[in-house]
């Protein structure tokens, strides 16, 4: 084969391997269930929101379901959803119907779209609900949902209390206009304070039989479209502006390239504006007369949407990660997605309890966000996997605050964290011996309870995989070095439960006798803390290991008090 062939399909091989993985592994019965969930799913989010007018879940975790159901219907030839207004109608017939709005998902998307069209504007996707607005002879007469986009509801009575609307025109004028009606916000900053609900909030106060004044003051209106307006958009923007719709005018650019679409959405996301938004529009200027429109999406409209605030995510296992204390905290381990430029492979639970209560399991859905940018946060479980594999969890009632002080196939996880904890800064704070060197020792065999590393053969263990002589050598005066620490560090190290900056007085015996009488009469010390600080010093595993650290000459554990100096500065020592 010639060099220059193979060096090419060397090169196609991770894109070949990467649209492989774009199906599920899944039995054609697995995937018909799924997409049987998803639809059924969809549905009811659907109906919810545009006959409703209830949103159920975020814009992000609906768009990104609706993909799910397109790639397991081209992966497994399955059916599709249904219409997402089919249940939206209502008696009334528009006057000019309600497009749709294909969603461009992302700048290559754009380039591709804005490709030979000329006079592009741009616009924020103000995130309200859809109207039609029908003045006569100047005066406005009929305000009629979206519906099914053919036909709507009445919306009329709530005229006289939405305050913000021109009600009476300059001009005795004829016409049919389209816009959002929309939560007026004050200063709103997209990427600061996301949707804040703003949509379903002017849902459930028009679905009212009577809005009010106070509440009719709330909402305003951006007019997107005058249907049998003037043929440009910039005349229609200006004209528009002239009867009393500034905003539609301030709010639009024209623009030429994907670059400066960027820039405008880029801007939009981060300023402050009076409204929501959950993206731009991209119209272009010209477009077929009125009477052709028709209620799906057209060629001459377009959304860019923002980045996901949160993220659909599969679970593909639930690990269980056990704490010093014994806290159980279930991970998910999910199939990486992208969340603001970021790779999101696992999320917290934060507690066992919470993990039964969702009885999350592998092939699930759930939804993830971002806590101050950086830190993963669960959210909900979206879809259910249609069948459900049985998971395993560790047994509560077998770890606690006094448990697993030596290693075992069921105490290993705890064992290593009090490990971790004894090392770190909040004990001896021993310079580069962390969890996974602790990790490494416990799994072959020569840490089995928490002071046997003290007496470590620096020779023996540099015989080790993944040990040489210099590592060796660095743990031997790690272990010379604590046990020189004070008899205070040690305490801390192990765990001893005390109040933030409290300080002990006396060795291992004298705090060994103590009551919980005699602890309670310490400051900062109540009954709770009390039986705590009692029970840990009467611990058989914590009092043996009392014993080892005083024949290992450890300050505070002798009968006899010995103090000795580090052998080796803790600058000199390295990590492993």
């Known amino acids: ?56 879940v975020p814009d992000d975790i609906y768009d990104q379901s609706q993909s799910r159901l397109r790639q397991l219907q081209r992966c497994f030839s399955l059916a599709g959803a249904r219409p997402p207004l089919a249940s939206a109608g209502g008696p009334i017939s528009h006057p000019v119907v309600h497009t749709g709005v294909d969603k461009l998902a992302d700048s290559q998307a754009v380039e591709r779209w804005m490709a030979g069209k000329k006079g592009v504007w741009i616009q924020p996707k103000v995130d309200g609900v859809a109207v039609t607005l029908i003045y006569r002879k100047g005066r406005l007469e009929s305000l009629l949902s979206r519906g099914d986009g053919v036909h709507g509801h009445d919306w009329s009575r709530h005229i006289g209390d939405l305050g913000t609307l021109p009600r009476q025109l300059p001009q005795a004028l004829d016409l049919v206009l389209q816009g959002e009606l929309y939560l007026r916000l004050q200063a709103h900053v997209q990427a600061q304070a996301g949707s804040a609900n703003a949509r379903g909030s002017v849902a459930g106060l028009l679905a009212r039989k009577r809005l009010g004044h106070e509440q009719g003051t709330r909402i305003g209106l951006f007019v997107w479209d005058w249907p049998h307006g003037p043929d440009n958009q910039a005349e229609r923007l200006a004209q528009l502006a002239t009867l009393g719709f500034a905003d539609s005018l301030r709010y639009s650019r024209a623009i030429s390239t994907p670059h400066e679409a960027a820039e405008w959405r880029q801007h939009w996301y981060r300023s402050a504006l009076p409204f929501a938004t959950d993206g731009v529009i991209l119209r272009q200027d010209s477009r077929p007369p009125a009477q052709r429109w028709q209620a799906r999406a057209p060629y001459w409209i377009a959304a860019w949407k923002y980045p996901f605030a949160q993220a659909l995510a599969e679970v593909g296992d639930v690990d269980f990660r056990i704490g010093r204390t014994g806290q159980i905290t279930p991970v998910l381990k999910l199939k990486p997605v992208m969340l603001d430029d970021r790779r999101i492979s696992q999320v917290s639970l934060g507690s066992l309890a919470r993990w039964q209560a969702l009885d999350i399991r592998p092939g699930d859905q759930v939804a993830v966000s971002l806590a101050g940018l950086t830190i993963p946060r669960f959210e909900q479980v979206v879809h259910r996997a249609s069948e459900r594999q049985p998971v395993a969890s560790p047994d509560p009632t077998q770890h606690g605050a006094l448990t697993c002080w030596q290693t075992s196939e069921r105490c290993e996880a705890q064992f290593i964290a009090r490990l971790t904890w004894l090392s770190g800064k909040q004990g001896l704070a021993l310079p580069g011996l962390g969890q996974g060197t602790w990790r490494h020792l416990v799994e072959a065999g020569q840490v089995t309870d928490m002071t046997d590393w003290l007496t470590l053969d620096s020779q023996h263990l540099a015989t080790l995989a993944g040990f040489d002589s210099a590592r060796a050598a660095k743990l031997q005066a790690l272990a010379e070095l604590a046990r020189a620490r004070p008899f205070e560090q040690w305490l801390r190290g192990l765990g001893v439960p005390l109040p933030r900056n409290s300080v002990l007085q006396g060795d ?12 309670q009469t310490l400051p900062g010390i109540g009954q709770s803390r009390a039986a705590r600080l009692a029970a840990f010093f009467a611990e058989p595993s914590v009092q043996a290991i009392a014993l080892a650290l005083g024949e290992q000459g450890v300050d505070g554990f002798q009968q006899k008090q010995l103090r000795t100096k580090p052998s080796v500065p803790t600058r000199e020592l390295g990590k492993f």
């Open 508 to 519: 291992w015996q004298q705090l060994a006798q103590r009551s919980v009488q005699d602890w």
């Open 1 to 56: 084969m010639p060099l220059s062939l193979l060096l090419c399909l060397l090169l196609m091989l991770p894109l070949l391997s990467a649209h492989a993985t774009q199906c599920p592994e899944h039995t054609p019965e697995q995937a018909e269930a799924e997409a049987g969930r998803l639809r059924e799913t969809l549905g009811y989010w659907d109906d919810q929101y545009h006959r409703l007018g209830l949103s159920k």
